[in-house]
C-alpha cells in the first residue's frame, strides 16, 4: 500500500514569488490535512479538504490556499512569498478526518524563502 | 485560546530507564489524545491515542490520561537509543476535529 506522497521533497523561492505544493494521499482516504511546521512552534493547522471541499481552516492569511481534486490528491499554494514562510509543510491524509487515529503523513516539502 | 503544553526538552535518559513525556491542554472538554514521534528529518508517526481516563498500553509505550488534571503522559520503558526522538502531543478539542498540537519535547537516549 502506498503512502502518502508529497512533492517536491524541497523548494527554494524567493520572496514574492508563489509556490504550489502536492499531495497525493493513501489511495480510498478522502481527507487531507496540511499543516505548516517550523522550529520550536510544533504542527500549525493550516485546513483540511474531504470530498473537494474545505471542511476547516487555521489561522493563517489568505495567502496561504488550497483544493483537492477528484482523485483526493490534494495541492496548496502560497502566493507573495514572505521570509517567514520558509517551513517544513507537511500534509496527512485519513478515511475521516485529522484526529482519525489512522491518519498517516507525508515525508514533507521543505520550503525555503530568500 | 486553545493550547496544548509540552517541555521543549531535551530529556536526557539512560539507556534502559522509563522516559516520562508529559503534556497539559487547556480545553476541558478535548476528546481524544495523540502522541507522535518524529525522527530528525521525518515526518510525524502515530505511536499512541487515549480516549478514556487511565492508562493503555503497547508493548513498551504507555499513555496515561487523567481529564481532571487536564494532562496525559507517555511512558516509554526500557528505552533504547532509537526511541531518541522529538515527541508531539496532539489532542483533538471538543469543538471541533482538527487536532491543537504541542510544541514537542526532544528525548535522548544515551547508551
Known amino acids: 500500500k502506498a503512502g502518502v506522497t508529497q512533492t517536491p521533497r524541497y523548494l527554494i523561492k524567493t520572496r514574492g514569488q508563489q509556490v504550489t505544493l502536492s499531495c497525493s494521499p493513501i489511495s480510498g482516504h478522502r481527507s487531507v490535512s496540511w499543516y505548516q511546521q517550523t522550529p520550536g512552534q510544533g504542527l500549525q493547522f493550516l485546513f483540511e479538504y474531504f470530498s473537494e471541499t474545505q471542511r476547516n481552516k487555521g489561522n493563517f492569511p489568505g495567502r496561504f490556499s488550497g483544493r483537492q481534486f477528484s482523485n483526493s490528491r490534494s495541492e496548496m499554494n502560497v502566493s507573495t512569498l514572505e521570509l517567514g514562510d520558509s517551513a517544513l509543510y507537511l500534509c496527512?491524509?485519513?478515511?475521516?478526518?485529522?484526529?482519525?487515529?489512522?491518519?498517516?503523513f507525508g515525508q514533507g516539502t521543505r520550503l525555503t524563502v530568500v | 485560546q486553545k493550547e496544548v503544553e509540552q517541555n521543549s526538552g531535551p530529556l536526557s535518559v539512560p539507556e534502559g530507564a522509563i522516559a516520562s513525556l508529559n503534556c497539559t491542554y487547556s480545553?476541558?472538554?478535548?476528546?481524544?489524545f495523540f502522541w507522535y514521534r518524529q525522527y530528525s528529518g521525518k515526518s510525524p508517526e502515530l505511536i499512541m491515542f487515549?480516549?478514556s481516563n487511565g492508562d493503555k498500553e503497547d508493548g513498551r509505550f504507555t499513555a496515561q490520561l487523567n481529564k481532571a488534571s487536564q494532562y496525559v503522559s507517555l511512558l516509554i520503558r526500557d528505552s533504547q537509543p532509537s526511541d531518541s526522538a522529538t515527541y508531539l502531543c496532539a489532542v483533538k478539542p471538543e469543538s471541533n476535529y482538527q487536532l491543537i498540537w504541542g510544541a514537542g519535547t526532544k528525548l535522548i537516549i544515551k547508551p
Open positions: 480545553d476541558r472538554g478535548s476528546q481524544s
Open positions: 487515549i480516549y
Open positions: 496527512a491524509s485519513s478515511l475521516m478526518g485529522p484526529s482519525d487515529p489512522g491518519a498517516f
